[in-house]
């Protein structure tokens, strides 16, 4: 992104005072400008009409349309948009259907704000944001899975190697810092997401990371 250009982000939260403390902590970062607040997901949905952000920040549960159906039909609008949740619910259901849905991270409201602002610099770099707590749930989840996971009916092989590339691929980690948790070099790293994309059918990180929470998280 230009350095020059500020990062719109939309605050759709049903709490008018979260809203309001959010605008007030982003609002006063240069990089950032608020472009809109809404308080259910219906009401983001029409806001898109006016005005489409680089970042949305979204609770999970709100009257009518909550944040799970929210970003699914708006990443079906607006593929490219970043929806982030940001919820004080760590629930396993929620956590992996919103990520399923194509949210790009699951923070919890308990997170700093400077680490709020790093956490929408590195959505906006196509890194997976998620908080400790959540990282960890997700990574137990994986690991008790077995290395074989349905696609389209078939039984689909994964090594063990490749579902520990899996797991950190998952968690938001780039291939850089896969190879130095895994003391491996870097293009023993691509090659193996290389196998794991073929596999799945996709040689896009985005879907591959998504594609591999559905497949070993539910």
Known sequence: MDSDRKISVMLVDDHKIMLEGL??????RSEIEI??????????????????PD???MDIRMPGMGGVKATEAIKEL???VIILILTTFDDDEYIIEALCNGASGYLLK????????QSIDE??????????????????????KNS??????KELELTQRELDLARLLIEGYNSKEIAEKLFLTQGTVKNYLS????????NDRAKAVLLLKRYLLT
């Open 23 to 28: 605008e007030t902590l982003l609002s006063i």
């Open 35 to 52: 472009v809109g607040t809404a308080q259910t997901g219906e009401e983001a949905l029409e806001r898109l009409h006016s005005v489409v």
């Open 55 to 57: 970042v949305i920040l």
């Open 78 to 80: 607006h593929p490219h």
């Open 110 to 117: 308990d997170i700093d704000g400077e680490k709020l602002v």
């Open 123 to 144: 959505a906006l770099s196509g890194n997976l944001l998620l908080t400790g707590k959540v990282a960890k749930k997700l990574a137990l989840n994986i690991h008790n």
């Open 148 to 153: 074989g996971f349905e696609k389209a009916g």
């Open 195 to 202: 196998d794991i994309y073929t596999k799945i059918g996709t």
